[in-house]
């Protein structure tokens, strides 16, 4: 089994950065495909951004690319979201997630573990 906790989530205003981590533990996550995703407050939760287990691949929703960056370090079995130029609609409650399959994916369906979740607040 894999449990995943994420950090870093905060308040941070219009403008500002922060970077999320997730560290995997339970059994290792090289292999596996990592990804984020986000639920705003009455809102269905959607994708963010998704790496390969290499990191050499990623993928990223419309709405963050250029702004977030997302990577992992294998050997600490940590992935990462750095997330630049926030928004007031970035804010949402951040989740990692793990997909036994090696490629980034887009879809929630393709996610095996979840974490439980950190809120990222941005003000105007």
């Known amino acids: 089994q894999v449990q995943l906790v994420e950090s870093g989530g905060g308040l941070v205003q219009a403008g500002g950065s922060l970077r999320l981590s997730c560290a995997a533990t339970?059994?290792?996550?090289?292999?596996?495909?990592m990804g984020w995703f986000r639920q705003a407050p009455g809102k269905e939760r959607e994708f963010v951004a998704a790496?390969?287990?290499?990191?050499?691949?990623?993928v990223y929703a419309d709405s963050v690319k250029g702004r977030f960056t997302i990577s992992r370090d294998n050997a600490k079995n940590t992935v990462y979201l750095q997330m630049s130029s926030l928004k007031p609609e970035d804010t949402a409650v951040y989740y990692c997630?793990?997909?036994?399959?090696?490629?980034?994916?887009?879809?929630?369906?393709?996610?095996?573990?979840w974490g439980q979740g950190t809120q990222v607040t941005v003000s105007s």
């Open positions: 997630a793990a997909d036994t399959g090696a490629y980034p994916a887009r879809r929630s369906q393709s996610y095996d573990y």
């Open positions: 339970g059994r290792t996550v090289w292999g596996y495909a």
């Open positions: 790496v390969s287990w290499s990191g050499g691949s990623t």
